[in-house]
Nanobody, 112 residues
Framework: QVQLVESGGGLVQPGGSLRLSCAAS????????MGWYRHQRELVATITSG???NYADSVRGRFTISRDNAQNTVYLQMNNLKPEDTAVYYC??????????WGQGTQVTVSS
């Protein structure tokens, strides 16, 4: 079993920044993809265990995904936040032997 725990959401003004974290625990498979989604599973960004990244067009250039494989943690640095970025952000983990695992979600609200 794999468990995901997210942190770092909150309220921020437009143009501000937030950093989300997601720590994975349990029987982590070394070859995996972790990422962030929002709304009804809308892709935000993903990163493979080898470091390859993928971003939604709406966040490219503003958000940066990174990971610490030793800590089994993935991060999402969100800069220049816009009201339309308001959503519940879900951390994801995927490995072929486990399938997809989702976190509980963390609320991000961008408002003045």
């Amino acid at each position: 079993q794999v468990q995901l725990v997210e942190s770092g959401g909150g309220l921020v003004q437009p143009g501000g920044s937030l950093r989300l974290s997601c720590a994975a625990s349990g029987n982590i498979f070394s070859v995996n993809v972790m990422g962030w989604y929002r709304h009804q599973r809308e892709l935000v960004a993903t990163i493979t265990s080898g470091g390859s990244t993928n971003y939604a067009d709406s966040v490219r250039g503003r958000f940066t995904i990174s990971r610490d494989n030793a800590q089994n943690t993935v991060y999402l640095q969100m800069n220049n936040l816009k009201p339309e970025d308001t959503a519940v952000y879900y951390c994801s983990y995927f490995a072929t032997i486990h399938g997809a695992v989702w976190g509980q979600g963390t609320q991000v609200t961008v408002s003045s």
